[in-house]
């Protein structure tokens, strides 16, 4: 499973990108789920996958949040 968190580079970092990468970490190591977790910053890719807004979660190449931090209950739904 590859899961990728899009975010926008900012010069400090991207308090709510690097919040969602801690949530979707933590929920991934809780599962013991074989993931491959990885942050996009490239502009032209998110703007493929139809987001304008960040941060945003792709699974496998389906966009499943735009625009917000996921709650723990959404990315366990995700996941199984």
């Known amino acids: 499973m ?14 709510s990108c690097s919040k969602t990468m801690k949530v979707i970490e933590k929920v991934i190591k ?8 990885v942050k996009v910053e490239d502009v032209d890719k998110i703007v493929n996958y139809g987001v304008m807004v960040t941060p945003a979660v792709v699974i496998d190449g389906d966009v499943k949040l735009v625009g917000k931090i996921p709650e723990e209950y959404e990315v366990r739904k995700w996941l199984v």
């Open 30 to 37: 809780e599962f013991g789920v074989d993931a491959e977790l």
């Open 2 to 15: 590859k899961i990728e968190v899009l975010a926008v580079s900012c010069k400090n970092g991207c308090d």
